[in-house]
């Protein structure tokens, strides 16, 4: 059975970072290309980056561009996105979701399998 597993979520401060991962089981991972999301309470969820299935080609959301990084592992079957400077509004429930095949799309719709999502609070 396919299943993502997201952890790294927290509690940080303006101009913090956290590393988040995303675990993937069920599945060889180098097959994939993954997606993260985010989605804020009264919000619509919307792709924040996405990795292509090899890892060569990376996308990202205009408001995290320079702050956020995405990258993966296959041989431990791990992506990861690394957010730096932080700012309230980047505070939601992150997801990380997978799609059979090359992708870079930032579009939910477009993924299949989703993690159920680990909180990420950017606060003083």
């Known amino acids: 059975q396919l299943q993502l597993v997201e952890s790294g979520g927290g509690l940080v401060q303006p101009g913090g970072s956290l590393r988040l991962s995303c675990a993937a089981s069920?599945?060889?991972?180098?097959?994939?290309?993954i997606g993260w999301f985010r989605q804020a309470p009264g919000k619509v969820r919307e792709g924040v980056s996405s990795?292509?299935?090899?890892?060569?080609?990376?996308n990202y959301a205009d408001s995290v561009k320079g702050r956020f990084t995405i990258s993966r592992d296959n041989a431990k079957n791990t992506v990861y996105l690394q957010m730096n400077s932080l700012k309230p509004e980047d505070s939601a429930v992150y997801y990380c979701?997978?799609?059979?095949?090359?992708?870079?799309?930032?579009?939910?719709?477009?993924?299949?399998?989703w993690g159920r999502g680990t909180q990420v609070t950017v606060s003083s």
């Open positions: 979701a997978a799609v059979n095949g090359y992708t870079l799309t930032l579009r939910a719709g477009a993924y299949d399998y």
């Open positions: 069920g599945f060889t991972a180098d097959y994939y290309s």
């Open positions: 990795i292509s299935s090899s890892g060569s080609s990376t």
